[in-house]
């Protein structure tokens, strides 16, 4: 059996795997965030290891004493900062924090060869803007920092005492040579870091290190390998087979992502589209991400006093699409594809006397939509063909928001039993490459078809007019950047 983590922003999921890659144990436990400041978003790396530890535990103990090898997933960009002791320094900056986008300007003036190097645009949410951004308004702390690490591998650091990443996921901090598939030197001096303050890197499927005795006590489980597993993204795309060229899938977790595979490195920075490392060897894959997907059905079912997603999707049907005038715009926390915008915010436009919890239900789940839409776009724009969109993420769970984005994008959605596991999956089934070995592509087989949702003509053509008050709303509600 194998366990795989997944330190998220929302919680800490931790699953089991058979030797026939069933699901046979499952754990979760909630994170919640601070936004202590304007733009800010922060968690303290130590509820990520008493959330962890929870997670593993609430597994049943037989379970747990059959595990074999451990992956790990997570949260992709955020920003751990380790002293001498290799004790946090201050919170964790989250991969949703738009604090830094002035030191994102700096970083692209320093380093003019930044984007064929990285392969992406200088974006608040990557790590290395963030470091920038504490050595200008905390030296002190930046002048303590030993080890930066990204928030699974603080965790894997915990677990086994080593400073180790992999490379999928180190490719969203913009200090990796996306290419290359190693640290750059360049990009790293240009941030007065150095590559030993830098974790090692390994393909997702290498062995990083063993549980520690202790942590083993305290989990119930063996001493056992530790595999190195992958960022969030492209460890749900092993999850649901994305492993091969051309391969693609939708994630609607806390944000939204289109996640292509693709054989080389195809960077696209001009479209903000992300090209980083897949977890897998000699695999590249491009992304279009959103910052807020399920988080916005979270938010509005709490406003409109909505027992949870569930009710929310409810109310949404019952309504049907484009029933009312009311657009959302969802950006809650700013946006990257296609527009980069950190101090942008979320909207509703077009509310009259009848809007009511229903209409503003559905024109959440319209506005996600129109916003994987943008990203659809700007993959398309960049040559990059999708045929289908293996869906994952709690997101997920609902076949009616499902008809919506598949009439959207005009792209069929394939729903796979267990896909709503997400990122823990994959993780666990790279602790199984790195501990038995095998090919991805025969070991990250997509698990078997719930249903397809095809797209919908009459939908679409419904929402056609919509989407285009959606796009022309942007420029209107984004403040000047120079003048935050």
């Known amino acids: 059996m194998f366990l795989g983590i997944d330190i998220g922003t929302s919680g ?9 890659g069933a699901v046979v144990g499952q754990g979760t436990t909630a994170l919640t965030v601070s936004r202590p400041h304007p733009l800010w978003s922060e968690q303290d790396p130590e509820d990520w290891w008493r959330a962890t530890t929870a997670a593993v535990q609430a597994i049943d103990p037989a379970v747990r004493r059959a595990v074999r090898g451990v992956g790990l997933a997570g949260q992709m960009h955020g920003a751990t900062l380790l002293g001498a002791d290799d004790r946090p320094l201050r919170p964790g900056i989250l991969w949703n924090d738009g604090r830094s986008f002035a ?30 951004w504490v050595r200008h308004h905390e030296s002190e702390v930046f002048e303590r920092v030993r080890t930066v690490l990204l928030p699974k591998d603080y965790v894997r650091l915990r677990m086994t005492g080593d400073r180790a990443s992999d490379l999928s996921d180190s490719a969203g901090t913009l200090w990796l040579d996306v290419g290359g598939r190693r640290w750059s030197e360049t990009i790293l001096d240009a941030c007065s870091l150095r590559a030993e303050q830098m974790p090692r890197l390994h393909e997702g499927t290498e062995v990083t290190g ?15 390998p530790v595999a190195a597993g992958g960022g969030d993204n492209a460890a749900g795309a092993a999850g649901v087979g994305v492993v091969s060229d051309g391969d693609a899938l939708l994630s609607l977790g806390t944000s939204g992502v289109i996640f292509v595979a693709t054989r080389d490195f195809r960077p696209n920075p001009a479209g903000a589209v992300h090209a980083f490392c897949h977890c897998v060897p ?9 910052l807020s997907a399920a988080a916005c059905v979270d938010w509005v079912a709490r406003i409109t006093g909505a027992s949870g997603p569930a009710e929310l999707f409810e109310r949404a049907e019952a309504t049907g699409p484009g029933a009312g005038p009311e657009i959302f715009l969802p950006y809650l926390s700013g946006e990257r594809t296609p527009h980069n915008d950190a101090v942008v915010r979320g909207a509703f436009l077009a509310l009259d006397n009848e809007s009511d919890g229903g209409r503003l239900a559905q ?23 999708v045929e289908k969109l293996s869906v994952i993420g709690g997101g997920a769970r609902s076949s009616y928001w499902g008809r919506i984005i598949a009439a959207v994008l005009d792209t069929p959605l394939v729903y796979l039993r267990g896909g709503e596991v997400g990122p823990a999956l994959g993780a666990a089934r790279l602790a199984q490459i790195a501990v038995d070995g095998g090919a991805p592509a025969d070991v990250c087989a997509a698990p078997p078809t719930s249903h397809v949702v095809e797209p919908d003509r009459a939908v679409a053509d419904r929402l056609a007019p919509k989407l285009a008050q959606f796009r022309a709303a942007y420029p209107r509600v984004t403040p000047k950047q120079k003048e935050i």
């Not at 800490?12 to 026939?20: E, M, Q």
């Not at 300007?105 to 990557?126: Q, Y």
């Not at 063993?210 to 056992?224: H, N, S, Y």
């Open 12 to 20: 800490v999921k931790a699953v089991v795997l058979d030797a026939a």
């Open 103 to 132: 030191e994102c300007e700096a970083l692209e003036r320093a380093v003019p060869e930044l984007h064929a190097i990285a392969g992406n645009l200088a974006m608040p949410g990557f790590t290395a803007p963030k470091l920038l």
């Open 210 to 224: 063993t549980l520690r005795p202790d942590i083993a006590d305290l989990w119930g489980m063996g001493e056992v």
């Open 282 to 290: 000699e695999l590249w894959h491009q992304m279009s991400v959103h």
């Open 363 to 385: 024109a959440v789940l319209e506005g996600v939509a129109f916003a994987l839409a943008d990203g659809m776009a700007v993959l398309r724009d960049a040559g990059t063909e």
